[in-house]
Antibody, heavy 116, light 104 residues
């Protein structure tokens, strides 16, 4: 079964850091671009970041550029999102998703809450 | 920067009705437009990719059209299980604001 499972979410103080992980299974992880998408409570979907299949190219939304870093370990079939200098407005459910154009496989999401 | 304007933000329709949602890009994006369905508490699901291609397993009552800057998503006959929020997405990044579809 093709599956993505996120982990690493939690409560963090403003200015703090968190690393999210996304474990992939059931497909050849190293062949796919991967993405992070977030959704604040009661709000719409917001694309956060993407990484190409071998990790050599990344892209970020302006709102997280310079604070978040996407990476992947193809040997471990795992995608990461390192989040630094967190702000209250980063509070959201974070989804990892697979795809080069359309995002055809999504994880269940992990919740990040930034609050003092 | 490209902006994606989706409308309406919400709609109410009867079972069996034809439902149409539009998405407008601020500049030409060719056919690089996807549509997703998200039910409450669930992850989004890809329905349409490259503006008009139906994702495998998606019912044929869902369809998409358009190119350039103007795109349309249609549910030909609304079913109770279609109650959800629908999002357009430019290529693999920017999302529209979403359209919440409810049953009248």
């Amino acid at each position: 079964e093709v599956q993505l499972v996120e982990s690493g979410g939690g409560l963090v103080q403003p200015g703090g850091s968190l690393r999210l992980s996304c474990a992939a299974s059931g497909f050849t992880f190293s062949s796919y671009w991967m993405h992070w998408v977030r959704q604040a409570p009661g709000k719409g979907l917001v694309w956060v970041s993407r990484i190409n299949s071998d990790g050599s190219s990344t892209s970020y939304a302006d709102s997280v550029k310079g604070r978040f870093t996407i990476s992947r370990d193809n040997a471990k079939n795992t995608l990461y999102l390192q989040m630094n200098s967190l702000r209250a407005e980063d509070t959201a459910v974070y989804y990892c998703a697979r795809g080069a154009t359309g995002l055809d496989v999504w994880g269940q999401g992990t919740t990040v809450t930034v609050s003092s | 920067d490209i902006q994606m304007t989706q409308s309406p933000s919400s709609l109410s329709a009867s079972v069996g009705d034809r439902v149409t949602i539009t998405c407008q890009a601020s500049q030409d994006i060719s056919n690089y437009l996807n549509w997703y369905q998200q039910k409450p508490g669930k992850a989004p699901k890809l329905l349409i990719y490259d503006a008009s291609n139906l994702e495998t397993g998606v019912p044929s009552r869902f369809s998409g059209s358009g190119s350039g800057t103007d795109f349309t998503f249609t549910i030909s006959s609304l079913q109770p299980e279609d109650i959800a929020t629908y999002y357009c997405q430019q290529y693999d990044n920017l999302f529209g604001g979403g359209t919440k579809v409810e049953i009248k």
